[in-house]
């Protein structure tokens, strides 16, 4: 029979499960289709109150680079899980270390007696989200007929939106990228062509112009705060996704019938082209068409026409994140695959030998 205190230490074990990338890679977690589908549903669960979605909390490093670190918190109230993703972005890091500019981890804690139950690599998940919520954007703004997308940018959420692009666009037939120099374009193109065959993908040789001009689909995805793209590089009936910070001149959005954002509110506290243009008083709230959960409950339409420019910016959306984790760990979950760690194996004054263990 087990003693009261093995029961006991028994009954206060605190574990949870571990996931690395190679994990969520294995778990068969790296799906596009699932990822859209998922930030799908947490919008419409947020329309409907279901998500709590506080503030997120920065700490930047360097005001230049913008290095920084945040805490993005959310809680899924149906899945009953509360989680967050700690995200670092240090845009210097490639040139200067040859390393991401990006890495993330998520926990995920239950709401019944408050434990964590998952600790996990955020930096697939969080690249995921970005290309999602792009491609959910395009598939309610992009003409249904989009054959060609152009990139100005090259890098992971550059890889990551065309394949998102793909699954909601499949008649994407060319791929022409741009990026500082030439060899990222070749990288660009050297992981993506196999991947997705029968597109054809151009190389423009750094020409940003080449890239976007007559595109059906145009994407900024960089860490410049430059006007890099041009209005009249965006031809009628075009779809824009603007990824970063400053990517575009004000007359891309000036000229465009429809401006879409993730979260008009957060874009006015954030330092994209659209919140300079509202903070200089070049655009105010009655110029924004709609947010983009309010596309996908059909609350407000989408495109209504062939020749309309429509622009999309996303700032990023936290409890998007957190029910695409919570998602990836249900898959891990039932495949098998993570570790399992303890946490605590009992209550500290509960170990046996306590007393050889505390300093005073």
Not at 200 to 212: G, H, S
Not at 278 to 285: A, C, I, V
Not at 286 to 311: C, F, M, Q, W
Request: glycine share 6%; net charge negative; proline share 3%.
């Amino acid at each position: 029979m087990a003693s009261h205190q093995e029961s006991t230490k028994a009954s206060h074990n605190v574990g949870f499960t571990y996931l690395s990338q190679e994990d969520l890679l294995d778990a068969g977690c790296f799906d596009l289709r699932m990822a859209i589908e998922v930030a799908e549903k947490a919008m419409l669960a947020y329309e409907d109150h279901r998500i709590m979605f506080p503030e997120k909390v920065v700490q930047i490093f360097d005001p230049v680079s913008q290095d920084r670190i945040n805490c993005l918190p959310a809680t899924l109230l149906d899945e009953k899980i509360c989680g967050a993703k700690w995200v670092s972005v240090f845009p210097r890091n490639p040139k200067k270390y040859d390393v991401q500019n990006l890495s993330a981890i998520f926990i995920l804690s239950e709401i019944e007696k408050g434990f964590p139950v998952a600790v996990m690599e955020g930096t697939l998940a969080s690249n995921m989200r970005v290309a999602a919520i792009g491609a959910i954007a395009a598939k309610h703004l992009s003409r249904k007929d989009s054959r060609s997308i152009g990139f100005i940018g090259a890098g992971e959420q550059a890889k990551m939106h065309l394949l998102g692009m793909k699954v909601v666009r499949p008649g994407i037939k060319e791929c022409r990228v741009s990026a500082k120099t030439a060899l990222e374009e070749e990288q660009f193109i050297d992981e993506l062509s196999p991947i997705l065959p029968d597109i054809n993908f151009i190389r423009t040789n750094t020409v940003a112009l080449e890239a976007m001009q007559g595109a059906d689909i145009l994407v900024t995805a960089t860490s410049a705060q430059a006007p890099l793209l041009k209005a009249e590089w965006m031809k009628p009936g075009a779809f824009y996704s603007h990824i970063g910070g400053w990517e575009d001149e004000y007359a891309v959005a000036l000229q465009c019938d429809k401006i879409v954002c993730d979260d008009w509110d957060t874009v006015t506290h954030r330092t994209q082209t659209l919140s300079r243009m509202y903070k200089e008083g070049l655009l105010s709230h009655n110029d924004i068409h709609a947010d983009l959960h309010e596309l996908v409950s059909g609350h407000k339409p989408g495109r209504e026409s062939d020749d309309e420019r429509t622009y999309f910016n996303a700032v990023g959306l936290a409890y998007v994140d957190i029910s695409l984790a919570q998602a990836m760990f249900k898959r891990a979950e039932s495949s098998h695959i993570g570790l399992k760690l303890d946490l605590q194996e009992t209550m500290v004054y509960e170990h046996h030998n306590i007393i050889s263990k505390i300093r005073l």
